[in-house]
């Protein structure tokens, strides 16, 4: 027993040095390089007023009853187990959600990377007039709004007064309104928005790879594009493949606006309802502050999951 207690002791002993040792380093290297420090900090300064404190503030809030007119009071995991065990609106969200996901986010990953490469072999004045046609959509405003004119409920809708002068259907549907087929629509969309900012950073990376490892490549044996693309192109562009699966991952996740105006919010017997419109009614409509910062927070702990994952399997380190 004192042999352990000494050799744990002298363990801990040793440790310490190795700490205060890597604070006198950093410290060091703060004062060498102060210009870089001081070029930082104020990127550093919001990204930690801004980022940093309000997710630390939102778990915080999560293990409280909070409904903005009294202080936060400590209930523990009580949000929690509600939201897990008893919220079946959540589970429908976590389930629409997670659909979404799943189909939009890699169908608008790859289309985007396909896309920016066939752009990239386009003439440089031609390959400008196209990125901006197809990255149009994805930051105008509002403007899915043309969706609703398409699946219009009465016969003026484009798709219902086709389909009635073809003859496969004989009366309007009201598409937005029909939970089996408003979240089909909604997905289709969000692809349709989809190419932003993650297609740009395609389309860069393209543009950045080194042309002598095509010349390289071609003597080593490699024969066709897609050769190229898979042992050239895709490892050479891994920050940008990080970048974009990184933003489609949130971006995916967060769905919210093209869902409540295409399908109402509510949506009918939720069927468009998500985990951000959840939140939404709890946190903007309700004022449970705590149970919303709950679902931020569990919303949260997803993304950053699905964002390490993507790291791993593309392999940027």
Do not use: C
């Not at 002791?9 to 310490?16: E, I, T």
């Not at 409920?153 to 408003?182: C, H, T």
């Not at 969000?190 to 790879?209: C, D, E, H």
């Amino acid at each position: 027993m004192q042999t352990q207690t000494g050799l744990s002791v002298s363990s801990n002993a040793a440790a310490r040095p190795d700490f205060s040792q890597k604070l006198q380093r950093l410290w060091r290297d703060m004062k060498k390089n102060k210009a870089m420090y001081g070029l930082m900090a104020p990127y550093m300064i919001l990204f930690t007023l801004f980022t940093v404190l309000p997710v630390a503030t939102s778990i915080f809030l999560s293990f409280t009853y909070y409904n903005i007119i009294e202080p936060p009071r400590f209930i523990g995991w009580e949000n929690y187990k509600l939201l897990l065990l008893d919220d079946d609106v959540f589970l429908i969200a976590v389930k629409n959600t997670l659909m979404f996901a799943f189909i939009t986010g890699p169908l608008s990953y790859f289309g985007a990377l396909l896309l920016a490469w066939f752009i990239n072999e386009l003439k440089p004045k031609v390959r400008a007039v196209a990125t901006l046609l197809f990255y149009a959509p994805s930051i105008s405003a509002n403007v899915f709004f043309i969706w609703t004119y398409i699946f219009q409920a009465d016969s003026y809708g484009f798709v219902n007064s086709s389909l009635m002068r073809l003859g496969i259907i004989k009366e309007p549907v009201a598409w937005l309104q029909k939970p089996e087929y408003n979240l089909y629509i909604i997905m289709l969309v969000a692809l349709w928005m989809s190419l932003g900012t993650g297609f740009l950073a395609f389309i860069a990376g393209f543009q950045n790879i080194d042309k002598t490892l095509y010349e390289a490549g071609a003597i080593d044996g490699i024969k066709n594009r897609w050769q190229e693309l898979y042992l050239i192109t895709l490892p050479s562009m891994a920050p940008q493949l990080v970048f974009a699966a990184v933003l489609q991952i949130a971006a995916s996740f967060a769905v919210s606006d093209v869902a409540a105006q295409l399908a109402g919010f509510p949506s009918p017997l939720y069927s468009a309802h998500t985990i951000v419109l959840h939140m939404v009614d709890y946190g903007n409509i309700r004022y449970e502050m705590g149970y919303a910062s709950a679902i931020a927070v569990v919303l949260f702990s997803i993304t950053v999951a699905f964002g390490q994952f993507a790291r791993r399997v593309i392999k940027a380190d």
